[in-house]
């Protein structure tokens, strides 16, 4: 079936713009995760989110970090006023439930100039 | 604390070759599972494996094989017989389930770089 998709796969922009990244988890996953990595390193993570419960944010790096989820459906990422810093892949998970192993897209390339 | 320590930045071998990549981790939980994921150069990261602390038999799977030892915190990757399409970065990855928590994130290590030669 199909996996997680994430768009746009690349993404420039200028500093101080705000960017949305899209996440569409697999059908009927109900866990969905978003994480960063930067150049050379490993992922970091940002949120996730389950079901109807509160999201877990204690990976966001700053309050310019922000999520949504309706349901257990797409899941948007936005970076307000962008810095360069933040330039990194951004990679989508999701999970059949909690404690499931996670699946990854192919992430959101973001490049903030 | 929860860590995982890929000490391998990069490996280079010839085709063919036998390569173990090393991954160390740290946590007080008692439960937890233990993850190695594959990125090659496309970018998509691929599960290879979950090991629950609970099961340290030692797992094998065509070429690939996996030896979970809790006694020296370690959940080393081998690859037997190498061959090009190997080649990726490999990642190592620790969640502890800690009870009452709200904590479900994968922590990872840093990678390592493998490069598999003609």
């Known amino acids: 079936g199909a996996g997680v998709s994430q768009s746009p796969s690349n993404k420039v922009t200028e500093k101080g713009k705000d960017v949305e990244l899209r996440c569409d988890p697999i059908s009927g996953h109900t866990a969905l995760y978003w994480y960063r990595q930067r150049l050379g390193q490993g992922l970091e993570f940002l949120i996730y989110?389950?079901?109807?419960?509160?999201?877990?944010k204690s990976g966001l790096p700053s309050d310019r970090f922000s999520a949504e989820r309706t349901g257990e459906s797409v899941s948007t990422l936005t970076i307000q006023r962008t810095q360069q810093e933040d330039s990194a892949v951004y990679l989508c998970?999701?999970?059949?439930?909690?404690?499931?192993?996670?699946?990854f897209g192919p992430g959101t390339r973001l490049t903030v100039l | 604390a929860q860590k995982v320590t890929q000490a391998q930045t990069e490996i280079s071998v010839v085709e063919k070759e036998d390569v173990t990549l090393d991954c160390v981790y740290e946590?007080?939980?008692?439960?937890?599972?233990l993850f190695w994921y594959k990125q090659p150069p496309s970018g998509e990261l691929v599960f290879l494996i979950r090991?629950?602390?609970?099961?340290?038999q030692n797992e094998i799977s065509g070429r690939y094989s996996w030896n979970f030892q809790k006694s020296t915190s370690s959940f080393n990757f081998t690859i037997t017989a190498s061959q090009v399409v190997d080649s990726a970065v490999y990642f190592c990855a620790l969640r502890s389930l800690v009870y009452g928590g709200a904590t479900n994130k994968l922590i990872f290590g840093t990678g390592t770089l493998l490069a598999v030669q003609p």
């Open positions: 998970a999701s999970s059949p439930g909690l404690w499931d192993t996670q699946y």
């Open positions: 090991r629950n602390s609970f099961d340290e």
């Open positions: 946590t007080r939980d008692t439960t937890y599972y």
């Open positions: 989110f389950q079901g109807n419960s509160a999201p877990d």
